[in-house]
DNA sequence: TAATATACGGACCATCAGTCCGCTATCACC
DNA sequence: GGTGATAGCGGACTGATGGTCCGTATATTA
């Protein structure tokens, strides 16, 4: 890769990063806006990303790294299943709230839904995997979906601004209601 | 009202149900599309609907009125509560598999995500008291978040065309687990 | 320093939602 | 049935956006 294009390439990142920081909603941010606070044409934009989903991968790939730890960490223990998924899910929670616009982004661009991503099926199936353990595969990979689907970006967004704690207490009472509840391995 | 405007009306409902029916992705029914199948101008269409998102809302309506009676039953009974959150969320998965391109649009149109509309607040309402009434109120509004998640359009086309039963038993497990789980009065 | 590949940038294109306004069909009243 | 006021019609037009194209500029390599 050529020095020039490496630049940019990290130039385009921070800036977009910023502008979707600022905003609240997505769509706020076009590519044009993008190009011209980077300070460099849209030819060099589309060339170096793609298209826009391509972007916001980028930014979402370049933050998201501190996840997959989250993730691995809940694959492989330590800890009770319980806890394990509690904490990757408020991981996830969490992160997306930090992250709002770019996880808004994110779950709109992925041809209109989040699904269908790497990233999706890989926290499926380590919820799915964690889920089977507690309580038998029985509707595993469905509570999984389940699981997934109380923190999506746009769910957290419309609970608004409330205290953390009570959004983490919502999610206790969820996870326990599927981890521990009717049908699983301990209530039996 | 005129009644030009009413036949038109009447047109232009059915012909954009259809091709919405049409449609795999409500992006692929442009406004301009409707207008032309249905034979009437440009202005016509947004006379009467206001904006895109008017003219999906109005669709909506009209085929969602069997929604309201599993609504209302829900609501005032009879039957044990499993019971009927579980029919009212069997309806409206089953009625967004039939009408999967709607409602993915809907989903899509309220300012980018399905929540903030009067219907969304109805149904999480019902739904917050039917799980109240079940195990208590602590958490009862996140929880029923969870559930209405758990049939969002783009989950239930993700999931494909799998046997309804499959569908049907996944959602049953989520209910039970949330209405008679722990922290519900009858596991305590 | 010359040659070549790579990247740049912004004019350009296609597609949409939504607006505007001169024209037309309807309807209430005679 | 005729007629005038007016609600409604339709399609050209606008503005914004994602994405493409290609002549030009720059990094790299020998």
Not at 22 to 36: K, L, R
Not at 37 to 56: I, M
């Amino acid at each position: 890769m050529r020095s020039d294009a490496a630049r940019n390439r990290e130039t385009v990142l921070a800036v977009a990063g910023r502008l979707f920081d600022e905003a609240t909603d997505p769509d706020q941010v076009s590519m044009d806006a993008v190009a011209a606070a980077a300070g460099v044409g849209k030819g060099t934009l589309f060339r170096g990303f793609g298209d826009r989903a391509g972007l916001v991968a980028a930014l979402w790939r370049q933050r998201g790294e501190e996840l997959v730890t989250a993730l691995t960490t809940a694959e492989q223990g330590p800890g009770p299943l319980r806890d394990r998924v509690l904490a990757l899910l408020y991981a996830a929670q969490q992160f997306k709230l930090r992250n709002r616009t770019l996880a808004l982004s994110l779950e709109k661009a992925g041809r209109g839904s989040p699904y269908g991503t790497d990233d999706y099926e890989r926290w499926h199936r380590v919820l799915t995997a964690l889920v089977a353990a507690a309580r038998g595969p029985a509707d595993a990979p469905h509570l999984a979906h389940a699981l997934l689907a109380a923190v999506r970006a746009d769910l957290l967004i419309h609970l608004g601004d409330r205290p953390e704690n009570e959004l983490r207490s919502g999610l206790e009472a969820l996870v326990d209601a599927i981890v521990t509840g009717p049908g699983s391995a301990r209530a039996r």
